[in-house]
């Protein structure tokens, strides 16, 4: 029992096991410049944890990004499913989805800077655009798969617009909308750091940017672990709600 | 004694529940059927049989209102059906139960549509899932059971409503032969129970001569009504049935019927 265990998870240690001593002696053989070790950059973390701060910019970007995110979801979810449920409006609506999505939103900051300036409201709407359309289009592409038996029950039954959504398009739709969660929890990480690296400087993104014209090698893989390492828990939260919602399908 | 009453009174004899005047359907330019005029009363079945693709399904889901028709008219009661009205509940081909729901949930969707109060709900389900023979399976997800399993909750879903006229679209035709075979025997048994309006659309020749009083053929592009052969055999309906002299007969004359049909179809190419 013990060795099985032992044995499906050796591979997965091992690994980081050997990347975290390639990047040791990686950071060990080159300049400090480039390069810093694994040892050195969680000194440096620990440091800044204890200054206080790290929590306080973590925070502040946590604000931010938990502000884009849960509006990305709020919007792109019903959005999506309205645009499975009425034709007329995906037809018209689709095409500008679709030019937004392939749009790098980086590029648009410039202009969300000049519209509304320097404040919260900017940086959220650049979390915001980042996240929301993986969203809207895995609800799209979900609800439209809904088998159209399970509609002419529904409506056999003589359900309600409302109860019809309640009862048949969120339950189907939810675990197709949440692979675009997942898809959007990426992107929302890019664009909080984007926002706090191109708008008002704040954040992880501000301890980044001073780190990085400080010559602080370590400083700049601290916050950049840390951020990853959150955007894999994330992932993995979400995958873990995703199955929790698709645990009818087989 | 019960079981003779219900038995007399089954049949045409009775009041008409159902009527259909004059209906004809299209779909763009194609024409579907037309001129489709028929009555069930209210303790009868009429089976429709027809080759693949002359309408049936089309016809019943015109019936249950989900779909509008272009001529004539259909009646329900008093009711002129131009979308789906209450007291009509429907069987569906693939059972169209809700995966993420349990058989408990699933046979509660109809009468919570209907806004039944919670106590008649909390009564009502237990008592169409053990008549559908599904006891002990209330938490169960469709996924846990096999397509015979799933059809009996998709029965008892429709039979909860209570309602006057049921409406079966090929309930059986994605079961295997065994458990259709069961669950026709179980249908005849819950339908002497509570007996209504059925129309029931079949390909199955045998099922058709089995459950039906009477059984209408649909033939030809557009379809019509070609023959409505009444099935005279001894009521209540039972695995006898099949060993009747007569059913042999009924059979073989739907049979003819149909197949005369279906090789002059074989050989027409599709457009």
Redesign the interface.
């Known amino acids: 029992m013990l060795n099985t265990t032992i044995r499906r998870h050796a591979p997965f240690w091992l690994s980081i096991a050997a990347g975290i001593a390639i990047w040791e002696i990686a950071g060990r053989s080159t300049s400090q410049a480039f390069m810093v070790p694994f040892s050195t950059t969680i000194v440096q973390l620990w440091e800044l944890v204890q200054s206080g701060v790290f929590i306080r910019q973590f925070l502040d970007s946590a604000e931010l990004f938990m502000t884009g995110f849960v509006l990305a979801l709020a919007v792109g979810m019903p959005l999506g499913m309205l645009l499975a449920r009425v034709r007329v409006l995906r037809i018209g609506v689709e095409p500008y989805i679709m030019i937004l999505y392939a749009t790098p939103m980086v590029a648009l900051i410039p202009f969300i800077l000049s519209m509304m300036g320097f404040g919260f409201a900017p940086k959220v709407l650049v979390v915001f655009l980042f996240a929301v359309f993986p969203v809207i289009y895995n609800t799209v592409e979900g609800a439209r798969s809904i088998?159209p038996?399970?509609i002419?029950?529904?409506?056999?039954?003589?359900?309600t617009e409302w109860?019809l959504w309640r009862?048949?398009m969120v339950?189907?739709t939810l675990p197709y909308a949440m692979t675009g969660v997942r898809q959007a929890i990426g992107r929302a990480l890019v664009g909080m750091i984007a926002a706090e690296f191109f708008l008002s400087s704040t954040g992880l993104g501000q301890l980044i940017m001073t780190a990085s014209q400080n010559f602080d090698t370590a400083g700049v893989f601290a916050s950049v672990l840390v951020i990853a390492l959150i955007g894999v828990a994330l992932m993995r939260a979400g995958l873990a709600i995703e199955r929790h919602f698709a645990r009818?399908?087989? | 004694m019960t079981q003779q009453q219900t038995a007399a009174k089954a049949g045409h004899d009775g009041e008409p529940r159902i009527r259909v005047r004059g209906l004809g359907k299209h779909y763009g330019a194609l024409e579907v059927f037309r001129n489709i005029d028929f009555d069930v009363s209210k303790r009868e079945i009429v089976a429709i049989v027809g080759p693949s693709g002359c309408g049936k399904t089309t016809l019943l889901r015109c019936i249950d209102g989900l779909l509008p028709h272009d001529t004539g008219e259909i009646l329900v009661g008093d009711t002129r059906v131009t979308e789906p009205i209450a007291g009509v509940a429907m069987v569906f081909q693939h059972f169209g139960l809700f995966p993420w729901k349990t058989v408990s949930e699933n046979v509660a969707y109809g009468l919570r549509m209907a806004g039944a109060p919670k106590a008649e709900i909390a009564r009502k389900v237990p008592e169409f899932i053990k008549l559908v023979g599904l006891a002990g399976f209330e938490n169960a997800f469709p996924y846990q059971m096999s397509g015979g399993m799933q059809q009996r909750c998709g029965l008892a879903r429709a039979l909860a409503v209570e309602p006057t006229v049921l409406l079966m679209d090929e309930p059986f035709a994605a079961v295997d032969a065994q458990t259709r075979e069961i669950l026709q025997f179980e249908l005849l048994r819950i339908w002497q129970e509570r007996p209504t309006a059925m129309v029931f659309v079949t390909h199955s020749i045998e099922e058709a001569v089995l459950l039906g009083h009477r059984v209408i053929v649909l033939k030809g592009r557009p379809s019509s009504i070609h023959e409505t052969i009444t099935i005279d055999l001894p009521e209540p309906r039972t695995r006898e049935t099949l060993q009747h002299p007569r059913f042999a007969v009924l059979r073989e004359r739907v049979w003819s019927t149909l197949m005369a049909e279906a090789r002059e179809a074989e050989f027409v190419l599709e457009r």
């Open positions: 088998k038996e399970l002419e029950v529904a409506q056999s039954f003589r359900s109860a009862d048949v339950p189907y009818w399908r087989q």
